[in-house]
């Protein structure tokens, strides 16, 4: 979860609340599965005693593209992208390479 809540806190204010989601345990599990495009999109189950204080139905999904990570492998900034879902953060993909070594710290 380090790179997901690095790359939250880098974003504009307006995304700040996602993080509460990482700190209060919301996740439980991730799953990989590859999409169409070749790369693998995470996605997680959630804590059902929680998932209620963070989903909102009324509100639109989006993703949050634009998000550069550093691979330590390829020396390249791979393309990062959030998927929220009613509020809450459903998954995310890494875009640019099929295996990667991630460097949470340069995001």
């Known amino acids: 979860m ?8 880098e974003l504009p204010i ?3 609340h996602l993080e509460a989601q990482i700190t209060q345990g ?3 599990t991730l799953k990989k599965t590859r999409g169409k495009s070749g790369y693998d999109y995470v996605s997680f189950s959630f804590d059902p005693n929680l998932i209620n ?10 993703r949050i593209k634009g998000i ?3 691979d330590s492998l390829t020396k390249k ?3 990062f992208t959030i998927y929220v879902y009613s509020g809450v953060i459903g998954g995310y993909l890494i875009e640019g390479a099929n295996e990667f070594d991630i460097d ?3 995001i």
């Open 2 to 9: 380090a790179l997901l809540s690095n790359a939250i806190r």
């Open 14 to 16: 307006r995304f700040k």
């Open 26 to 28: 919301l996740f439980q």
């Open 53 to 62: 204080e963070f989903e909102n139905r009324k509100e639109r999904n989006y």
């Open 68 to 70: 550069k990570l550093y």
């Open 77 to 79: 900034k791979l393309d």
């Open 104 to 106: 949470v710290s340069l």
